[in-house]
């Protein structure tokens, strides 16, 4: 029998089944669904980790493990063990080697988002993904001393703008942080989103977190406060750091910073490289990935289970079908032929609508959570092994087919026509 025959009465054969094969054509796409997404999920989450900073060579941090110095400096995660003395900054940049740095001093949260201390070289240097500079969506970097910049983040869930007034609290649990009351910062910018813990921040000079902290003894206020004139005009000079964010000027000379920092005479510091380290820190993370990977492979086995039961259960209501057919003189390779264009047909329908259920249901997430998923891109590629995946269910799913095709070819002209009783 010609193909094309083959086709349309392979394709009529199926229309004639169709609730069942729609029902059935929606089970493979939510597998095919699932298992794109669990895969997209475990790649953005891997590159949203490894991508937070590109472009710096050390983080220097008082003298601690350095996958609690990262945590902490970059990811907000956890709490310094030591804050780094001032001078010793000052002394860092002095260092023939470097070429810029970003101070980080934290500590102060806003409703539960991170306070970060800092200067002018954080929206010059730093760099996230493949060396992205920060863009501002409005406004500009702070001036005065009670200027804010805050992260896209933070706009979004207060929505706040240009001009808004707030003011900063000291800690980071929102229920017993304490509020510098009297101490009223502007909003004067907003940047665009960058998939990194600077969207859910608030950016303050380092004299600002000192001016407002004058006063204060062992994190609680005495009394004393600085009046918003006052602290513009003394603007007192921080004494203590939480981090240091360093580019060098040749790379190769790295290891040799690295380990001058570690014997720094002035108070021990350890510097780290962020991306060393954060491979490091992902592969204390293998379990996670190994679960998604798990995860995916119980979808593809349920989607071909699935599609072998389609194949499966009408078997026995197509016995007479397959009887005429073959009286007619179909031959058994034609058998085995109309089954897998069946499949194929299934197999390309339930790809087209799982592909579609997937970016659907990614985008009604990131519209109902948009906090946890803003790593997410709404129309994410499909990688090249996601499409290796499908071509491999659809082999798998070809393969599968020949079990129903030969339990037909099998079955006898005689027993296809004459009824059961």
Request: one cysteine or more.
């Amino acid at each position: 029998m010609a193909f094309s025959s083959l086709i349309r009465l392979a394709l009529k054969s199926a229309w004639s089944r169709k609730a069942t094969l729609i029902l059935s054509l929606f089970s493979v796409a939510v597998s095919i669904a699932l298992l794109i997404g669990v895969d997209q999920l475990r790649n953005h989450t891997k590159a949203h980790f490894m991508n937070s900073l590109s472009g710096t060579d050390l983080i220097v941090g008082a003298r601690s493990g350095p996958v609690n110095l990262l945590l902490y400096s970059l990811f907000h995660l956890g709490e310094a063990t030591h804050n780094i003395d001032y001078q010793s900054y000052l002394s860092l940049q002095k260092m023939p080697q470097i070429d810029w740095t970003i101070p980080l001093s934290l500590g102060d949260s806003h409703r539960g988002f991170q306070v970060l201390g800092t200067n002018q070289d954080l929206y010059r240097h730093y760099r996230y993904a493949d060396k992205q500079a920060l863009q501002f969506a409005a406004g500009k970097p702070f001036n005065d001393l009670y200027d804010v910049v805050i992260g896209s983040e933070v706009a979004r869930r207060f929505h706040y703008s240009l001009g808004h007034k707030l003011t900063l609290a000291h800690g980071m649990n929102p229920q017993h942080a304490i509020e510098h009351k009297g101490q009223i910062f502007t909003v004067v910018g907003i940047l665009e989103p960058t998939g990194t813990p600077i969207d859910d921040s608030l950016q303050v000079s380092l004299k600002a977190l000192e001016a407002i902290h004058v006063g204060w003894h062992n994190g609680a206020p005495s009394g004393l406060t600085l009046t918003p004139e006052l602290a513009r005009k003394l603007a007192p000079q921080p004494q203590t750091l939480t981090a240091v964010l360093v580019g060098l000027k040749n790379p190769i000379m790295t290891f040799k910073v690295q380990r001058k920092i570690n014997q720094f005479a002035d108070e021990p510091l350890s510097a780290i490289l962020p991306g060393a380290t954060l491979a490091k820190f992902w592969k204390t993370l293998g379990m996670f990935e190994k679960s998604l990977w798990a995860i995916g492979a119980l979808v593809l086995a349920a989607a071909l289970l699935n599609i072998l039961m389609v194949l499966l259960a009408p078997l026995n209501e197509r016995r007479r079908e397959i009887a005429i057919l073959r009286a007619l003189g179909c031959h058994a390779g034609d058998v085995f032929k109309l089954f897998a264009i069946e499949t194929a047909a299934l197999m390309l329908s339930a790809s087209a609508v799982g592909i579609a259920l997937f970016y659907g249901l990614l985008n009604l997430a990131k519209y109902s959570f948009p906090q946890v998923l803003q790593f997410m891109p709404s129309l994410p590629l499909l990688t090249t092994q996601e499409l290796a995946g499908l071509g491999l269910l659809g082999i798998l799913a070809l393969a599968l087919s020949l079990i129903p095709a030969y339990i037909a070819y099998k079955r006898s002209l005689h027993d296809g026509l004459t009824p059961k009783l």
